[in-house]
T-cell receptor, first 113, second 111 residues
Framework: GAVVSQHPSRVICKSGTSVKIECRSLDFQATTMFWYRQFPKQSLMLMATSNEGSKATYEQGVEKDKFLINHASLTLSTLTVTSAHPEDSSFYIC?????????FGSGTRLTVV | RKEVEQDPGPFNVPEGATVAFNCTYSNSASQSFFWYRQDCRKEPKLLMSVYSSGNEDGRFTAQLNRASQYISLLIRDSKLSDSATYLCVVKYAQAGTALIFGKGTTLSVSS
């Protein structure tokens, strides 16, 4: 079946630094990738939608200059959390679709100290 | 009003029990419906799609009522391994749109 590889699975960083999360579709071409964030006991909240080669579309309330998304190829999307703060600590999950189904990465648990 | 609403629970049931989860969605443009399962600190995994005619997969039965914008999931003969959070998910009709998740209902099955 379709597999999406997400790295790193866990990261601890200092406040003010930047963290890059990578999401790669291994055996299919993802026409669209999505980035979600999940706080404890909350639902997965969509942050942004990205299509290969074009700018990401951000959901209301999500700062595009803080959460940089790059979708350079049909198999790779990255999310960079810039100048991270403790309130950015969360579970970040990517999802990729080839318009037939949705496949999720295994998630990245970010802790900003 | 949230797009997808669920009773967060938790539902604490003994093994063998039957348990039902409900979900409502607010946007009538929603076209596709799913139940996902999420284990603690893991990514969500597709449990089953939900069709208007209702569908069953083993011990799991899903129902959709478009008129009421209501979705349900019934789990029969609960197992310890069913303990998880169950997420109600909807999708709009356009291709390439994101899945919209409910907050989830937590189920704990005990022996």
């Amino acid at each position: 079946g379709a597999v999406v590889s997400q790295h790193p699975s866990r990261v601890i960083c200092k406040s003010g630094t930047s963290v890059k999360i990578e999401c790669r579709s291994l055996d299919f071409q993802a026409t669209t990738m999505f980035w979600y964030r999940q706080f404890p006991k909350q639902s997965l909240m969509l942050m942004a939608t990205s299509n290969e080669g074009s700018k990401a579309t951000y959901e209301q309330g999500v700062e595009k200059d803080k959460f940089l998304i790059n979708h350079a190829s049909l198999t790779l999307s990255t999310l960079t959390v810039t100048s991270a703060h403790p309130e950015d600590s969360s579970f970040y999950i990517c999802s990729a679709t080839d318009n037939y189904g949705y496949t999720f990465g295994s998630g990245t648990r970010l802790t900003v100290v | 009003r949230k797009e997808v609403e669920q009773d967060p629970g938790p539902f604490n049931v003994p093994e063998g029990a039957t348990v039902a989860f409900n979900c409502t969605y607010s946007n009538s443009a929603s076209q596709s419906f799913f139940w996902y399962r999420q284990d603690c600190r893991k990514e969500p995994k597709l449990l089953m799609s939900v069709y208007s005619s209702g569908n069953e997969d083993g011990r799991f039965t899903a129902q959709l009522n478009r008129a009421s914008q209501y979705i349900s999931l019934l789990i029969r003969d609960s197992k310890l391994s069913d303990s998880a959070t169950y997420l109600c998910v909807v999708k709009y009709a356009q291709a390439g749109t994101a899945l919209i998740f409910g907050k989830g209902t937590t189920l704990s099955v005990s022996s």
